[in-house]
């Protein structure tokens, strides 16, 4: 199976090492050599630095395409395969992904990215019910 490395930064560590952040999102590879299940994922901090580090080996279980969009107030707008999440969903998404909530974890991307943000939700570890139930 091939391997895929990714890095993460500082403030989500501590979540990897313990195992409480089952998931990431992440924009698509430009050369398409996106993570598929099966694949082994290399879960680095410090990538390209003396002080890299790995800290999780873990199979690729998902990777479902993730669509975030501006929000309206409080009403967030998150699409995973194409499907809109409820609320509730997307604010479980948030917190498995390890943020406080649902508009830090939009506020995130938006920041980050640009919105609408299109990518990949990326798991190791079962399923979460947010990604199977929308």
């Known amino acids: 199976m091939p ?75 998150v699409l995973l395969g194409g499907l809109p999440l409820t609320q509730l969903a997307i604010n479980q998404l948030a917190l498995a992904d390890g943020f406080p909530d649902a508009t830090e974890f939009v506020r995130y991307f938006e920041n980050r990215y640009t919105l609408p943000f299109s990518g990949l939700l990326i798991g190791w570890a079962p399923t979460p019910t947010c990604v199977t139930r929308h």
Do not use: M, W
């Open 3 to 77: 391997a895929v490395v990714l890095n993460f930064s500082q403030e989500f560590v501590p979540l990897v090492e313990s195992g409480f952040k089952p998931h990431t999102v992440r924009a698509k590879r430009a050369d398409g050599r996106d993570p598929l299940p099966g694949d082994t994922l290399h879960l680095y901090a410090g990538q390209g630095t003396k002080g890299a580090r790995l800290l999780r080996r873990e199979a690729c279980e998902f990777s479902t395409e993730i669509t975030i969009q501006p929000s309206a107030g409080n009403i967030h707008h």
